[in-house]
């Protein structure tokens, strides 16, 4: 099919608009497209790590704010010397114990990317079977939960036995030796 505008191009774009009940069709090559504005100009910005990690923490990039005082003394790593603007700048924390030097500030920025500030990560299939189905429980609960939330109240029942059946294995001493 050709551009409806200009007849030479092969028409790409193939708008509808409906106004009032009245269907409109027009069928357009790219540029005649563009100059009708029917293709919104984007431009993505090349970011990099330390933008796109800035926007996260709410900081701007070094230089944008330079020459305004700082109104509070900036969070110190007492053990390696890192401060909260390098980690901002760099996305790496010096040590482990930044962790804790800096619980305050990062805490919000691991729950707003991870949605949760709780490490559930995963148990070797070989040991843990105990920890394993605590782990497994504590996750059908928070479902159970969301279940009865929205109102799915036969998921929730299934959910409910399945946490009552994991409970008495846990109670009848539960560790299989992760063999299952």
């Known amino acids: 099919m050709r551009c409806e505008r200009c007849g030479q191009r092969e028409a790409t774009v193939h708008q509808t608009v409906i106004t009032n009940g009245q269907k409109q069709e027009s069928h357009l090559c790219v540029e005649c497209a563009r100059e009708v504005g029917a293709i919104p100009s984007f431009s993505f910005p090349n970011l990099s790590m330390q933008q796109l990690l800035s926007s996260f923490l709410g900081q701007t990039l070094p230089g944008a704010g330079a020459g305004q005082p700082q109104l509070k003394a900036e969070p110190t790593c007492r053990h390696c010397g890192m401060t909260y603007s390098q980690f901002a700048q760099s ?90």
């Open 91 to 180: 996305g790496l924390l010096g040590c482990p114990r930044c962790y804790q030097e800096m619980e305050q500030q990062l805490m919000p920025l691991i729950k707003r990317i991870q949605g949760t500030a709780t490490h559930s990560g995963k148990v070797p299939k070989r040991t843990g079977g105990l920890a394993r189905k605590r782990r497994d429980l504590k996750i059908l609960r928070a479902q159970l939960a969301s279940a009865v939330q929205g109102e799915r109240y036969e998921e929730a029942a299934r959910i409910r036995d399945q946490i009552r059946a994991l409970e008495a294995e846990i109670a009848a001493g539960g560790d299989n030796g992760g063999l299952e």
